[in-house]
């Protein structure tokens, strides 16, 4: 059964970057820093978190992560390639071995019909290998249910990636 809570998701993430040796950055836009928080409110995270982005705007994704403005036009920032852009330029800027990045539409408002409010792109990405995967969900609630559900999403995909890369017992 998955964890249900962030804490255990955040301890868990922190369990398996350890064993593996790594260290994790984020880029986050509706989540607005959420990633970063639950993770650093566990003990210990300095020794596998190493930074958050928080882009909430276009031009924050261009300037501190260098997603395309081609990117951006063609997809909008709400697409599974403007997430790959976010994890790979965390990674690009900063030591991290792995990056998680999440943007969507929270809500109430600024959801398409192509775009509906509770679409959110992710996307986790190695530095070893420039391994990115990509993945858009859907998510139904109020705009804080949304964005934790996303939360949750994103840190059981760095989990899900982690265990499927450790020998096992490891």
């Known amino acids: 059964?998955?964890?249900?809570?962030?804490?255990?998701?955040?301890?868990?993430?922190?369990?398996?970057l350890k064993a593996a040796g790594e260290t994790l950055a984020t880029a986050e836009s509706?989540?607005?820093?959420w990633v970063a928080q639950a993770v650093t409110a566990i003990s210990g995270s300095?020794?596998?978190?190493?930074?958050?982005?928080?882009t909430y705007t276009n031009a924050a994704k261009q300037e501190m992560l260098g997603v395309s403005s081609d990117t951006l036009a063609r997809h909008g920032s709400v697409?599974?390639?403007?997430?790959?852009?976010?994890?790979?330029g965390a990674l690009e800027r900063s030591h991290a071995g792995f990056a998680l990045s999440i943007t969507g539409v929270a809500g109430p408002s600024g959801g398409s019909r192509a775009k509906p409010v509770g679409t959110v792109c992710f996307a986790w990405a190695r530095r070893a290998d420039g391994a990115v995967r990509v993945q858009t969900r859907r998510f139904e609630g109020d705009r804080e249910a949304v964005r934790r559900q996303s939360?949750?999403?994103?840190?059981?995909?760095?989990?899900?990636w982690l265990?499927?890369?450790?020998?096992a017992g490891g």
């Open 46 to 54: 300095s020794e596998w978190f190493e930074r958050g982005f928080v």
């Open 1 to 16: 059964m998955p964890p249900d809570t962030l804490a255990t998701l955040a301890t868990l993430v922190g369990t398996r």
């Open 30 to 33: 509706c989540t607005g820093g």
């Open 163 to 167: 265990d499927a890369a450790l020998p």
């Open 151 to 160: 939360v949750m999403h994103s840190l059981q995909g760095v989990i899900e």
């Open 79 to 88: 697409s599974e390639q403007t997430a790959s852009e976010m994890a790979s």
